[in-house]
């Protein structure tokens, strides 16, 4: 079954640096993959998804993602963290239509902290 | 437009007891999901329908958890009995249809539960 990796449960970055948050997938066929993210008391909100064509896909609030199979990477990125961007970033997975379950895989999450 | 309600946002009950939590849609949306999120993990899928009709609850684990949703619009997951290990927040979410694996899940506050 599809699956994705995040490693580090807590990230710490300073206003004004790069966000870096790394996600790496399993999947037996090409996947799609999204970023959400939640802040506190609040439900999911999708930041960005990949599913065909272009590799480097943006999303909302300054945030992008790049899809690398031959790394099974989809990292997601942002040039200058900003205090806003505190909260928690899920990675996720599913499968194309006809290649299995299309259940929506969840990452264990990353909370991010950014230090004025 | 309005986003996805649930109802309560908070439950504290103790084991053995029985639960149910709330769930509206956003309209239009064909499709609903129910997940659980244990703390420091990502959403796990419990439940999802299309329409008035189950899609895939493979994970939900029929022995105590029940859902169902009437005229294909709001829904309900009931637990009975409640153990220790359901302490968790509930998520609903929905999208607009099916046909698209890639389609974006729209996510409400969710409902916190304590199991004591």
């Known amino acids: 079954a599809q699956s994705v990796t995040q490693l580090g449960s807590h990230v710490s970055v300073s206003e004004g640096a790069l966000v870096l948050l790394r996600c790496n997938y399993s999947?037996?066929?090409?996947?799609?993959l999204f970023w959400y993210v939640q802040y506190p008391n609040q439900g999911l909100q999708l930041l960005l998804k990949?599913?065909?064509?272009?590799?480097l896909v943006k999303g909302i609030n300054g945030f992008e993602a790049e899809f690398k199979k031959s790394e099974t990477s989809f990292h997601l990125t942002k040039p200058s963290a900003h205090m806003s961007d505190a909260a928690e970033y899920f990675c996720?997975?599913?499968?194309?239509?006809?290649?299995?379950?299309?259940?929506?895989?969840f990452g264990k999450g990353n909370q991010v902290v950014v230090i004025p | 437009e309005a986003g996805v309600a649930q109802s309560p946002r908070y439950k504290i009950i103790e084991k053995r007891q029985s639960v149910a939590f709330w769930c509206n849609p956003i309209?239009?949306?064909?499709?609903l999901y129910w997940y659980q999120q244990i703390l420091g993990q990502g959403p796990k899928l419990l439940i999802q329908?299309?329409?008035?009709?189950?899609?895939?609850d493979s994970q939900l684990p029929k022995d105590r958890f029940s859902a169902e949703r009437l005229k294909g619009v709001d829904s309900t997951l009931k637990i009975q009995p409640a153990k220790l290990e359901d302490s968790a927040v509930y998520l609903c979410?929905?999208?607009?249809?099916?046909?698209?694996?890639?389609?974006?899940?729209?996510f409400g506050p969710g409902t916190r539960l304590t199991v004591l």
């Open positions: 979410a929905s999208s607009l249809e099916l046909a698209g694996v890639a389609d974006t899940q729209y």
């Open positions: 999947s037996s066929v090409p996947p799609y």
């Open positions: 990949y599913t065909t064509g272009a590799t």
């Open positions: 996720a997975v599913t499968l194309p239509r006809g290649y299995g379950n299309n259940r929506l895989a």
């Open positions: 309209s239009g949306h064909a499709t």
């Open positions: 329908f299309q329409n008035n009709g189950v899609v895939d």
